[in-house]
């Protein structure tokens, strides 16, 4: 079990109607400040479509913070915790490896 979260990939900006991976689900994240408690698989991944979006895993102290384009990919299966920043919604794709 990896004991920090992996740096983020950096792709290009990726349109939120882009065609979704099959078994993939889009959460919106509201500006509300609250955050989503999300259960990925191993192998799984978050790609964030619009906004900026703190993500913290539970059993690690460190957070992650990514933005627009960015691609978090895990090696383990983790509980997320994910809340959109800056008072502005945030749209994440989750998809299965």
Do not use: N, Y
């Not at 349109?15 to 889009?26: M, V």
């Not at 059993?59 to 090696?75: C, I, P, T, V, Y």
């Amino acid at each position: 079990m990896d004991t920090t979260l992996p740096s983020p990939t950096a792709l290009p900006s990726t349109s939120p109607t882009a065609a979704p991976r099959p078994g993939s689900q889009l959460l919106v994240l509201d500006a509300s400040g609250h955050s989503q408690a999300l259960d990925c698989p191993s192998g799984g991944e978050l790609r964030i479509l619009q906004g900026r979006v703190w993500i913290s895993r539970e059993g690690h102290a460190e957070d992650l913070f990514l933005d627009s384009g960015e691609l978090l990919r895990l090696k383990d299966a983790a509980r997320l915790h994910l809340s959109a920043e800056r008072a502005a919604p945030a749209w994440v794709r989750v998809s299965p490896e």
